[in-house]
């Protein structure tokens, strides 16, 4: 199985900063894009940043500035790193990717479980 295991999150202060990562482990043929999203209690998940496998990035406008995605492909890893922190970037976050497996080689997204980031006021 393709597993997507994120690490990084917390509770910081206002102004601090995170760094997210996330690892893709398992039987991989290739990654495309790599993506961060995140929600907030009672809100729709939203897309914060995305990179692709040549390293174009996107980001939120909320975040632009404050963010910034990167990632390894030797390793496999996505990683946010999150400053100026806001409490309105408290979140659920999750790394997402597109991936093929070497048993399959079709090209499916895959989720982490999701860390909390909490930034207080």
């Known amino acids: 199985q393709v597993q997507l295991v994120e690490s990084g999150g917390g509770l910081v202060q206002r102004g601090g900063s995170l760094r997210l990562s996330c690892a893709a482990s398992?039987?991989?043929?290739?990654?495309?894009?790599m993506r961060w999203y995140r929600q907030a209690p009672g809100e729709q998940r939203e897309l914060v940043a995305g990179?692709?496998?040549?390293?174009?990035?996107m980001y939120v406008d909320s975040v632009k500035g404050r963010f910034t995605i990167s990632r390894d492909n030797a390793k496999n890893m996505v990683y946010l790193q999150m400053n100026s922190l806001k409490p309105e970037d408290t979140a659920v976050y999750y790394c997402?990717?597109?991936?093929?497996?070497?048993?399959?080689?079709?090209?499916?997204?895959?989720w982490g479980q999701g860390t909390q980031v909490t930034v207080s006021s």
């Open positions: 997402n990717a597109e991936i093929r497996r070497l048993a399959t080689m079709i090209l499916l997204t895959y």
């Open positions: 990179i692709t496998s040549g390293g174009s990035t």
């Open positions: 398992g039987s991989i043929s290739s990654i495309n894009a």
